[in-house]
């Protein structure tokens, strides 16, 4: 996409909107409320219910209207939800002292602690505390004649790993949780029915309760929210477990599509979502993961659409309506409409910043994120833009600088995504092959790549070490890129073959889809390229070729890669080594391949004519070596109609 030089004014609009600072625009992120907490996640309730909730009407605010630059565009139906089978479920909760939530008896429970200290009987539901030592208090929770929990509290201290492991609780399935009590969390094990509260004393976690329950639907949603932005495997089972226990609940179904998205399942991810509209109409942050979703697939206009749809409706809550008008400036601007795009830009950056300053807590920390993701995006499409230079370094190191004070603070409150900085570097990468000036990219990559293991060998989560391997690799691969342009061969191929090595080890299912095909083949195709023509090794060429084109052979790649000329000049240059290292017949059928995208691309693209001239004089000299004159003939003819045709010898595009 690139910018028309009128959506100058839009910018320097933004620009005096913002300014190139953040102290005074930003003042009230920096405020702290005295006592101020975050919500207790120990306290959420979880309305379960079999019933599908009807949608609220929605009701659009009149006052919203479309960018002025924006133009129409053409309508797509929705597709149609698919269904999901439910599975069943059997979990046993732990036992204490061998009584066990759900199923030991109040005769069982008087068998073991003796007799109670104190008894009170509200409807029904039983409540008794014994003396058990070591134990402070021992409370039990008795309902229709089962035991439904046990509280302990200690007199003693007790560290909370080593009481952890006396319950013999699977290290890996404990998830810690902040409450509202200073200093004080809570740790709990979905599976085993365990939770703990603990505090730190002298950097030691000291447990001061422990309750032993029945498994509780809530707690795997609890702990799903907790790690469904650093710990992608664990999240995704935590979130079917729930959905087993009660397939009617949304969120559970919402948790797995956030996750699936997060790591490339496109598909995974669009089925979990017809689910979630199904059980919950009114989930709009899910619909706009889906119109992302439906971007990503080539279904753009119905992405729009429905992006457009919920930035107008009033009924929808500030902080999802923000982050709808920055998805709507993206995707006008994937089509091509750049001012409007800036136009959005700069609605959805007002929005969040009026979110941000009337909220608390988590939707003020979400609100800064929306600034956070404007700001990059307004930098990078600012890169794209057709303006002088040294207006665009300016302006982009304002905008990302922004960006950076914002992480900052959520960095502060220890509520930042953790792959957030890596997602800043990144950007930086990106925009710096976008503005193609010569820039040396080992200091931002060497940051990035050293985040990014840092980060596996901090979370311990299978997919989620593949979603960064992957996001390293291809940083590393755009680093090859800005290499390359800054005439540092050796560079280029050492960040290339990095990138390589980190895109294979991930494993990631982006690989499926044709833009992982396409990183992947581009990669390899590039660090190809710079063996063939800078060192003249067409033995490392071919290596790096081979790697290539099974991606870059796949249906659809001639348009998805590059346009379909260039994508055929490139099977040419590969045609050339491979005939060159002696595989002349696999070098004819990359060269003749090739040439057919180009002629297609002259016929149909209005692709330049001249670039037919070094296919033909190849392929013409590669006929003749192996005795076909009659194709060499016809070749020469079609040469002929070229203006300037003259080439005498291989040649490489």
């Not at 957030?420 to 010569?438: F, H, N, S, V």
């Not at 083949?521 to 490392?540: C, M, P, W, Y």
Request: charged residues 30%.
């Amino acid at each position: 996409m690139a910018f028309r030089k009128h959506g100058l004014l839009v910018l320097l609009s933004l620009l005096i909107f913002h300014g190139p600072g953040t102290k005074s625009g930003f003042a009230w992120q920096e405020e702290t409320l005295q006592g101020e907490e975050l919500p207790a996640a120990s306290r959420e309730k979880t309305t379960v219910s079999v019933l599908v909730r009807e949608g609220q009407p929605e009701q659009f605010d009149g006052q919203v209207k479309p960018a002025a630059a924006e133009e129409p565009i053409e309508q797509q139906q929705e597709p149609s939800p698919k269904k999901v089978p439910g599975e069943s479920l059997s979990l046993e909760p732990t036992s204490f002292s061998g009584l066990i939530p759900g199923k030991s008896t109040v005769e069982e429970i008087r068998q073991e602690f003796g007799e109670p200290t104190s008894s009170l009987d509200q409807s029904g539901t039983l409540v008794q505390t014994y003396r058990v030592d070591p134990y402070d208090r021992v409370g039990v929770v008795v309902r229709e004649g089962l035991l439904e929990s046990i509280h302990l509290q200690f007199s003693v201290s007790v560290e909370l790993e080593e009481f952890c492991q006396q319950l013999e609780l699977p290290p890996e399935e404990g998830v810690d949780l902040p409450v509202t009590v200073i200093k004080v969390q809570e740790r709990i094990y979905p599976e085993r029915g365990v939770s703990l509260l603990y505090r730190t004393v002298d950097d030691a976690p000291i447990v001061q309760q422990v309750d032993f329950h029945s498994i509780r639907q809530r707690d795997f949603q609890r702990a799903a929210r907790q790690l469904e932005e650093s710990h992608y495997a664990r999240t995704l089972h935590l979130a079917r477990i729930s959905q087993r226990i009660n397939p009617e609940l949304a969120e559970a179904f919402a948790i797995e599509a956030r996750v699936a998205s997060r790591v490339g399942q496109t598909a995974l991810a669009l089925n979990a979502l017809t689910r979630v509209h199904r059980l919950d109409p009114g989930d709009h942050q899910s619909r706009l993961l889906q119109a992302r979703l439906w971007a990503w697939t080539q279904r753009k206009p119905l992405a729009i659409k429905q992006a457009r749809e919920i930035r107008n409706n009033s009924q929808v809550s500030s902080l999802v309506r923000a982050r709808a008008t920055l998805l709507l400036a993206d995707l006008v601007g994937e089509v091509g409409q750049a001012n409007a795009a800036l136009e959005y830009f700069k609605e959805a950056i007002t929005r969040a910043t009026e979110t941000a300053r009337e909220s608390a807590g988590k939707d003020r920390d979400e609100a800064i994120l929306v600034l956070i993701n404007a700001h990059r995006a307004v930098a990078r499409e600012i890169a794209r833009g057709d303006w002088k230079q040294e207006e665009k370094g300016e302006a982009i190191d304002r905008w990302l600088g922004v960006a950076d004070e914002l992480a900052k603070q959520l960095k502060s409150r220890q509520s930042a995504p953790p792959l957030l900085d890596l997602e800043g570097l990144a950007m930086r990468l990106d925009i710096q092959l976008d503005l193609q000036k010569k820039f040396d990219e080992t200091g931002v990559i060497e940051k990035l790549v050293q985040q990014g293991e840092s980060l596996i060998d901090e979370l311990h989560d299978e997919l989620t070490s593949g979603e960064v391997r992957w996001r390293i690799g291809r940083a590393l691969f755009v680093a090859a890129q800005i290499a390359r342009e800054r005439d540092a061969p050796d560079q280029a191929i050492m960040h290339g073959t990095a990138a390589y090595r980190h895109l294979h080890d991930a494993a990631s299912p982006r690989e499926e889809g044709l833009e992982g095909h396409a990183i992947v083949g581009e990669n390899s195709f590039l660090v190809g390229t710079i063996e063939a023509i800078s060192r003249k090794d067409h033995e490392q060429a071919v290596r790096w070729y081979e790697r290539a084109l099974p991606h870059l052979d796949q249906p659809g790649m001639e348009r998805h890669w590059t346009s379909r000329g260039w994508h055929g000049e490139r099977f040419v240059s590969m045609g050339l080594s491979f005939w060159k290292t002696g595989a002349r017949d696999r070098g004819l059928e990359l060269t003749e391949q090739g040439l057919g995208w180009v002629e297609k691309a002259v016929k149909e693209d209005s692709f330049p004519r001249r670039h037919l001239a070094v296919p033909y004089a190849n392929i013409g000299i590669m006929y003749q070596a192996l005795g076909q004159e009659q194709q060499a003939r016809e070749i020469a003819v079609r040469a002929a109609s070229l203006r300037g045709s003259d080439d005498s010898g291989f040649q490489r595009r």
